[in-house]
């Protein structure tokens, strides 16, 4: 086990609502960074947190936001939410510097049904 | 150019033979290409990773092909096991990125 952790485990909404999940990263970790895995793909990148701090984003809509609070959890808000956006959801935390960047640790997921 | 090309997409393999997955990108700014393996439920975790200034590396059964000049680069399980059944990611870091690029994955089944 990575030491992140995610919740919900499972989540079931309907289109036009929104969700929040949540992220706890590795101890001593301070960056994280979400990621949208749709089924049969790879992890898409949504963007990252950094002390607080957006630090980049993917090809994803204004409608997917993101917080990271002073202990670096971290919550992934989506607004109005639409079909396509059922996938499991994963977070990952990182030390800060470009060499630990690389040893992204990831958790299980939030899986996000939306109906 | 941001893409890594990931194939193929399912396997089968007997037990005790040999797994291979095969991956290529376009942008030569990549400088990191790990390997994640990702079982159902789990998140994926880290296998094993190579730089571009090294050909081979080997960790165990798992070792990593790195084709520089063809842009190319794959996975070898030796010995595959029942307990190596999961789903594989290549991925590349590197250039304007901090993010990781996935391949769309291999899905490995080893047959007892």
């Known amino acids: 086990e990575t030491g992140v952790t995610q919740s919900p485990t499972h989540l079931i909404k309907t289109r036009g609502q929104q969700v929040t999940l949540r992220c706890s990263s590795q101890?001593?970790?301070?960056?994280v960074s979400w990621y949208q895995q749709a089924l049969g793909q790879g992890p898409q990148f949504i963007f990252q947190y950094y002390r607080e701090e957006e630090n980049g984003r993917g090809n994803f809509p204004p409608r997917f936001s993101g917080l990271q609070f002073p202990n670096y959890s971290s919550e992934l808000n989506v607004n109005a939410l639409e079909l396509d956006d059922s996938a499991l959801y994963l977070c990952?935390?990182?030390?800060?510097?470009?060499?630990?960047?690389?040893?992204?640790?990831f958790g299980p997921g939030t899986r996000l049904l939306v109906l | 150019q941001q893409q890594v090309k990931q194939s193929p997409q399912s396997l089968i393999v007997q037990k005790g033979g040999i797994s291979i997955i095969n991956c290529a990108y376009e942008?030569?700014?990549?400088?990191?290409f790990p390997w994640y393996q990702q079982f159902p439920g789990k998140g994926p975790a880290l296998l094993i990773a190579?730089?571009?200034?090294?050909s081979e590396k080997k960790e165990g059964r798992f070792t990593i092909s790195f084709n520089k000049s063809a842009k190319q680069f794959s996975l070898h399980i030796m010995d595959s096991q029942p307990g190596d059944s999961a789903t594989y990611f290549c991925?590349?870091?590197?250039?304007?990125?901090?993010?990781?690029?996935f391949g769309k994955g291999t899905r490995l089944l080893v047959k007892p």
């Open positions: 101890s001593g970790h301070n960056t």
């Open positions: 190579i730089r571009p200034d090294v």
């Open positions: 990952a935390s990182s030390r800060d510097s470009r060499h630990f960047q690389e040893t992204q640790y």
């Open positions: 991925a590349a870091l590197g250039g304007q990125g901090f993010s990781f690029i």
């Open positions: 942008n030569t700014a990549f400088d990191y």
